[in-house]
């Protein structure tokens, strides 16, 4: 791949995936959306990485598909799950924290939409082109946006590819947090810090909970969370219930933690 896709794990658990194509606003040729595809894959297997932080080089998130490689990409094998970026990202269990530099454009706005949290720079911008280039979404940008900004907004952002600023994108709640460029990791890596010392088997499976009944209606998703907390309950020891109040005892004698 010659170095377009960077990716690394510290010891603290924290993965790092780096879209390193700079001179071409990180846009995305097949290659690189199956490598990382498999990357995604790997972390979710590595008992290792507890949180990864996506994130891109230079000015830019990702500017979407290469266009000089359209055909390749968009008449490629779309049914092949093990190499669909986004399917592999919804698909990892870790929760994925997207730091938003600069531009995220039409598959780059839908590869920030698979992240869990996302952190933006100031400069960063949000944008949707499909209607523009007459290129159809296969990477739920129709049916995302609208469920996190709203119907009416999301559809004047795809119909008129309007962009949406990191202000704009903060007071819709398409954003988790706003900062300057020089604390984009900064931030990035403090939320993921703050996931860290949580109960890692409670935060894999809140973010699947979370994640699953968001595709259900209210009445299915409430059914969803009583049926894995009886799963989750059942399955503990006399043991682990002793370990799980000791723990909460020795946090509650400490003093709170900071905020974020």
Known sequence: MDN?????????????????????LNSLTRPMMIEMAKA??????????????LSGSGPSFCSGVDLTAAEDVFKGDVKDMESD?????????????????????????EIALACDVLVASKTAKFMDTHARFGIFPSWGLSQKLSR???????????LTAMPITADQAEKW???????????LMKKAQE?????????????????????D???????????????????????????????????IAG????KPPSKM
Do not use: W
């Open 213 to 247: 009944g968001l595709k259900r209606d209210l009445g299915h998703a409430l059914a969803l969370e009583k049926e894995r907390a009886h799963d989750y309950y059942s399955g503990m020891t006399k043991e682990q219930f002793k370990k799980m109040q000791e723990f």
């Open 4 to 24: 377009l896709i960077l990716t690394r794990r510290d010891q603290n658990g924290v993965a790092y995936l780096t879209i390193n194509r700079p001179k071409s």
């Open 173 to 183: 709640g398409l954003v988790n947090h706003v900062v300057e460029g020089n604390e």
């Open 85 to 109: 970026l986004v399917y592999q990202m919804e698909k990892c269990r870790k929760v994925i924290i997207g730091a938003i530099n600069g531009f995220a454009v039409t598959a780059g706005f």
């Open 148 to 158: 996190v900004i709203g119907p009416n907004r999301a559809r004047e952002v795809s």
């Open 40 to 53: 995604f894959k790997s972390f979710d297997s590595d008992d290792s990485v507890r949180v990864v932080i």
């Open 251 to 254: 946090r509650s004698s400490k």
């Open 191 to 211: 939320v993921a810090q703050a996931i860290i010392k949580n109960n890692q088997d409670l935060v894999l499976r809140y973010k699947a909970v979370i994640n």
